[in-house]
């Protein structure tokens, strides 16, 4: 994985900052309860996309690491 070389100068200085994993995913499943409420109980789609985002975010949360190590 790479940021690309913009990140070289676009900033003078970065931070990350790391959540651990569940507390980072509890995170995100509380802002998709806000934001579509009873999408999640009643559509089908929206909760497919939903289990979908956070099944690519945890596959994201893994590259990062192992391109950090």
Not at 13 to 18: E, H, K, T, Y
Not at 22 to 30: D, F, G, N, T, V
Not at 37 to 46: A, F, Q, S, V
Not at 60 to 66: A, E, H, L, V
């Amino acid at each position: 994985m790479t940021w690309g070389n913009e990140w070289n100068t676009a900033f003078d200085l970065v931070v990350f900052i790391r959540l651990e994993n569940e507390m980072s995913l509890a995170r995100h499943r509380k802002l998709n309860i806000e934001r579509y409420r009873d999408g999640l109980l009643n559509n089908e789609k929206i909760k497919e996309n939903s289990r979908l985002f956070l099944e690519w975010l945890i596959n994201m949360k893994i590259q990062f690491i192992r391109a950090l190590t």
